[in-house]
């Protein structure tokens, strides 16, 4: 079974610049999650999808972050424009209704 | 509202030594979940454990044990006879209502060979 994917592996990009990470989660998993690592801290969910509805989106800035997943299977999170402060790792997760969540691999954001 | 906490944030074990990490947990949630994940130095989070709340017991899997004790709030997990790949950040993670996952800070264990 292929693991969650995610492009791309490392962004550098300068403040009030956009980016956009591109995830394709394991095949049949019908959830899919963005989340924020910053260093030395736990991941924190962004963003949460069922398919491709949006389920919890209660910890995404909205005014700089947004996310979709078209057909349910693919997901791109962007951010515009981008601040000091989004430098972070950002990772996808995808899970059958109940099971442990399978992360890819991250997509690490450097802004300066 | 959800809470884990991982009071030890860096530990450090000689080769073959046991160690235990301890993660403790606050929800008002009924039914949840508990996760152990790993994050080597590669970065990847690596899934190792599940357990639900109506699950209360001690598990072992090689050298990894987990003992969940929901009179403590508690879901320590065990690394027997530690070894150098061991080394990464392990993460306790709870799961509450439509599968919010919360994580704790995690705790930074270093093998020394």
């Known amino acids: 079974e292929a693991g969650v994917a995610q492009s791309p592996r490392y962004k550098i990009i300068e403040k009030r610049q956009s980016v956009a990470f591109w995830c394709n989660p394991i095949?049949?998993?019908?959830?899919l999650y963005w989340y924020q690592q910053i260093l030395g801290q736990g991941p924190k969910l962004l963003i949460q999808?069922?398919?491709?509805?949006?389920?919890?989106d209660s910890q995404l800035p909205k005014d700089r972050f947004s996310a979709e997943r078209l057909k349910g299977v693919d997901s791109t999170l962007k951010i515009q424009p981008a601040k000091l402060e989004d430098s972070a790792v950002y990772l996808c997760?995808?899970?059958?209704?109940?099971?442990?969540?399978?992360f890819g691999p991250g997509t690490r954001l450097t802004v300066l | 509202a959800q809470k884990v906490t991982q009071a030890q944030t860096e530990i450090s074990v000689v080769e073959k030594e046991d160690v235990t990490l301890d993660c403790v947990y606050e929800?008002?949630?009924?039914?949840?979940?508990l996760f152990w994940y790993k994050q080597p130095p590669s970065g990847e989070l690596v899934f190792l454990i599940r357990?639900?709340?109506?699950?209360?017991q001690h598990e072992i899997s090689g050298r990894y044990s987990w003992n969940f004790q929901k009179s403590t709030s508690s879901f320590n997990f065990t690394i027997t006879a530690s070894q150098v790949v061991d080394s990464a950040v392990y993460f306790c993670?709870?799961?509450?209502?439509?599968?919010?996952?919360?994580f704790g800070i995690g705790t930074k264990l270093q093998v020394i060979p």
């Open positions: 993670a709870l799961g509450g209502g439509y599968q919010k996952v919360t």
């Open positions: 997760a995808s899970s059958r209704t109940s099971g442990g969540r399978s």
């Open positions: 095949s049949g998993h019908a959830t």
């Open positions: 929800t008002r949630d009924t039914t949840y979940y």
């Open positions: 357990r639900n709340s109506f699950d209360e």
């Open positions: 999808f069922q398919n491709n509805g949006v389920v919890d």
